[in-house]
Nanobody, 123 residues
């Protein structure tokens, strides 16, 4: 499986970015997807997850109301719309493909990971 994340960059606090992750090598529409992030000196943490069919999603408390995960199964792509960005959102963001149909925040549910895309939010 290959997961190619893109869309990161430098943005001012309060701004927006949309991350994309294109998948290949596994039947995309059968598996939940997730976004995680890792800031310097910190452990990787859950950000958002979406079910295989896109009908269910869940978010970390720190991003609820600001971030939105979505997917386009015919395009084998998952997105993360990030609004009202804060300096504490600065991290490398990773997309991941679960081995399950349903959502979940535990990293152990995810078999395949992308290379990450850096998001930097300036104050």
């Amino acid at each position: 499986v290959q997961l190619q994340a893109s869309g990161g960059g430098l943005v001012q606090a309060g701004g927006s970015l949309r991350l994309s992750c294109a998948a290949s090598g596994r039947t995309f529409s059968r598996y939940a997807m997730g976004w995680f992030r890792q800031a310097p000196g910190r452990e990787r943490e859950f950000v958002a997850t979406i079910s295989a069919t896109g009908d269910m999603a869940d978010y970390a408390d720190s991003v609820k109301g600001r971030f939105a995960i979505s997917r386009d199964n015919p395009k084998n792509t998952v997105y993360l719309q990030m609004n009202s960005l804060k300096p504490e959102d600065t991290a490398v963001y990773y997309c991941a493909m679960s081995r399950f149909h349903n959502i979940g925040s535990w990293t152990g549910r995810y078999d395949d990971w992308g290379q990450g895309t850096l998001v930097t939010v300036s104050s």
